[in-house]
C-alpha cells in the first residue's frame, strides 16, 4: 500500500499555517488552499489525488495530505476539507442498525445522517466495492459501497461542485481497481490519477 504524505508541498505548508485549509490567511494575496485528506490505504490516497486534482482543474488550489488514522475527525475539525469515502462505510459507522442496502437506501441514509457543515458529492454509481462472492459477483446481501466525496459546506462555487460530481459519474469498479494496483506495482499516485483524469476529459 502506499504510504503517508504523498504531496507534501508548499501550498500544505500554507494550509498548516492558516489553521483551516479551506480558508485563505489574512494576506489578501493568499489563495485558499483546499485540503483533500484520507488514510494510509492505496484506494483512500488514489481517490484524494483524483478528487484534488479535478478541484484544480476547476480552478482550487487544492493539496493532498493522506496517512491519518482519523481522517473523519480532521473533516469534523476542518484540518482537512474534502475526504473521499465509501458510502456504505460512513452508514456502518454513523447509523450501523440502518437497513439500508441499495445504492439508493444509502444515499438516503449518509444524507440523514451528515454531520453538521458538512455535505457530500453524488455517490459514484460505477463503483460496487461490495464483498464479492465465490463467482466474483457482489454479495447483494451486503450495503452497497460506493465511492463519494465529503466536504466542509459551502467552500465550493457551481463550477467546482460540478467537477466533484463528474468524478463520480465516469469512476467504475474495474478503473479503480486497475487504478490501484498500478500504483501497488510503482505508478506513483498523482500520475495514475492525472491519466485517469486525462482519460475521461475530466
Not at 463467482?135 to 459546506?153: C, H, I, K, N, W
Request: charged share 20%; with cysteine.
Amino acid at each position: 500500500m502506499y504510504s503517508v504524505a504523498v504531496r507534501r508541498t508548499a501550498a500544505a505548508i500554507l494550509a498548516v499555517t492558516c489553521a483551516f485549509g479551506a480558508v485563505s490567511c489574512a494576506s489578501d494575496a493568499a489563495r485558499p488552499v483546499v485540503v483533500v485528506g484520507g488514510d494510509s490505504t492505496t484506494e483512500s490516497v488514489l481517490l484524494a489525488e483524483i478528487y484534488s486534482q479535478a478541484l484544480d482543474r476547476a480552478g482550487a488550489d487544492s493539496t493532498v495530505m493522506t496517512g491519518s488514522a482519523t481522517p473523519l475527525a480532521d473533516l469534523d475539525a476542518g484540518r482537512i476539507a474534502v475526504l473521499p469515502a465509501r458510502n456504505g462505510a460512513l452508514v456502518d459507522r454513523w447509523i450501523p442498525t440502518s437497513p439500508a442496502r441499495t445504492p439508493d437506501e444509502v444515499v438516503a441514509a449518509v444524507n440523514s445522517a451528515l454531520p453538521q457543515g458538512i455535505s457530500v458529492s453524488d455517490a459514484a454509481d460505477g463503483t460496487d466495492l461490495r464483498p464479492r462472492a465465490e463467482s466474483g459477483a457482489p454479495e447483494d446481501t451486503a450495503r452497497t459501497q460506493s465511492v463519494v466525496a465529503l466536504y466542509r459546506s459551502g467552500i465550493f462555487n457551481r463550477q467546482q461542485l460540478k467537477k466533484l460530481n463528474y468524478v463520480a459519474g465516469e469512476l467504475t469498479t474495474d478503473e479503480l481497481v486497475d487504478l490501484i494496483h498500478d500504483i501497488d506495482t510503482g505508478t506513483r499516485p498523482a500520475d495514475a490519477a492525472r491519466s485517469w483524469l486525462d482519460a475521461h476529459s475530466l
